[in-house]
């Protein structure tokens, strides 16, 4: 099986974080998509370190957990790789090649590309088409990523009753699931729109050209910075104070001496990540932020980005436009929406 896969079976989105497995079955009729299934269930502490699987039964254990609580029957799923243990490249490759010697060309260069032995990495491409500058080259999106990544992944899947049956890469998950969000944002279609998805333990800016991802970052920056600090300043343990953000029921002191500084330390996240993209491009403004993640769902947070980059900034909700099937409770489905975008980009998977 290769990164990308191909799917014609009905398949169920399922995003592995930091802290929690979430799953997304859609159906489509009309052209219209319908949320069938979802579950959020959060995983042990450093089951997942920094998107890489430590535990692999308990992630197991997790996604059984969701499949049964989403009710799914769908026994494929679409899940994906992290962007620190992908290495993407577009490479040029002659046009002129037949299917199984493109596959060879590319398997070939692509050792140019990756600095591990090339039998331990599962290697996909994908062809953009002709390069602007020589039409008789093609332009090839090589994906690669060590075999071990790829392999925990199918194997949590499995252990939670599922089988793998695309791997993609979340960069290209979160592209896919973009295209849903592109008609809620007040700029043109080609516009430079920075996506930052803002997560438990990473938050990733990728920056889209034309819904196209043209520069992807990660750093080490989340929510969990904020449950922790919660759980030292009021005694709570790791669940009560996710609970206790997500819910409520924290002393007054809470707002202004605890979530006020985090909301502040992520805007300066969110500058710094766009800093980077300046110096590394040619590019000294970006059209639009929007913002995705856990995080997205934090009261406020979007007008606070707004008011101190000068960027008009949106709260990213791909399923906005869907119907809900008799099991979605819409106001959690709601409250998820900013953190369901990796698994709505891989649920769309379904309909390649």
Do not use: W
Request: with cysteine; proline share 5%; net charge negative.
């Amino acid at each position: 099986m290769g990164l990308f896969g191909n799917a014609k079976t009905p398949l169920v989105g399922l995003d592995i974080s930091s802290t929690a497995v979430k799953l997304l079955q859609l159906t489509e009729s009309g052209g219209r998509y319908r949320v069938e299934h979802y579950a959020v269930e959060p995983l042990p502490p450093n089951a997942v370190v920094e998107k890489n699987i430590v535990e692999v039964e308990a992630v197991g254990e997790a996604i059984k957990r969701a499949v049964a609580r989403s009710g799914t029957k769908a026994r494929h799923a679409a899940a994906a790789v992290s962007g620190s243990s992908v290495i993407t490249k577009i490479i040029p490759i002659q046009g002129d090649l037949d299917e199984d010697s493109l596959e060879d060309q590319v398997q070939l260069e692509a050792a140019n590309y990756i600095p591990y032995p090339i039998d331990e990495v599962s290697i996909d491409f994908e062809v953009l088409g002709p390069m602007p500058s020589n039409p008789e080259m093609l332009q090839v999106l090589l994906a690669a990523s060590r075999t071990e990544n790829v392999e925990l992944r199918q194997s949590a899947l499995e252990l939670g009753g599922l089988t793998a049956k695309v791997i993609d890469v979340e960069a290209f998950a979160m592209e896919n699931a973009f295209k849903l969000v592109s008609d809620q944002l007040s700029v043109p279609k080609d516009a430079i729109v920075a996506l930052v998805d803002i997560g438990a333990t990473m938050t990733t800016l990728n920056v889209l050209r034309g819904q196209r991802s043209i520069y992807t970052r990660e750093q080490v920056f989340g929510g969990k910075q904020l449950t922790d600090e919660v759980m030292r300043r009021y005694g709570l343990s790791y669940d009560e104070a996710g609970l206790a953000k997500r819910q409520g029921g924290l002393p007054e002191s809470y707002e202004v001496e605890v979530l006020e500084p985090f909301k502040e330390a992520l805007v300066q996240q969110v500058s710094r990540l766009l800093q980077f993209f300046y110096a590394g491009s040619d590019f000294n403004r970006v059209d639009q932020v929007v913002l995705a993640g856990g995080c997205g769902s934090i009261a406020g947070i979007g007008n606070l980005v707004e008011e101190q980059l000068g960027v008009p900034t949106v709260i990213a909700n791909p399923l906005a436009n869907m119907a809900l099937g008799p099991r979605v409770q819409a106001h959690a489905l709601a409250q998820d929406a900013p953190a369901l975008m990796i698994a709505c980009g891989l649920a769309l998977r379904s309909f390649d």
